[in-house]
């Protein structure tokens, strides 16, 4: 192989994007934390209602007989 065949290895070597030095990325200042919000206190529970005295159940109504 001749060497006019062979492509010119320092046009080769330019043609590689240079690496360039590796910048360190301007970090932006790191954001101060919110403070929690306070929780809120917990609403004290409502209390039950008291249950409705169940209704005393109707007297079944007597079937008519003599259908």
């Known amino acids: 192989?001749?060497?006019?065949n062979t492509p010119p290895q320092p046009?080769?070597?330019q043609k590689e994007p240079q690496?360039?030095?590796e910048q360190p990325a301007p970090e932006k200042?790191?954001?101060p934390e919110k403070p929690a919000e306070p929780?809120?206190?917990?609403e004290?529970?409502?209390?039950?209602e008291p249950e409705k005295?169940?209704?005393p159940e109707k007297?079944?109504?007597?079937?008519p007989e003599g259908q």
Do not use: L
């Open 59 to 63: 007297p079944a109504e007597p079937a």
């Open 11 to 13: 046009e080769a070597e």
């Open 44 to 48: 004290p529970e409502k209390p039950a």
């Open 19 to 21: 690496a360039q030095p």
């Open 53 to 55: 005295p169940a209704e």
């Open 1 to 4: 192989m001749t060497e006019e």
């Open 39 to 42: 929780e809120k206190p917990a």
């Open 29 to 31: 200042p790191a954001e």
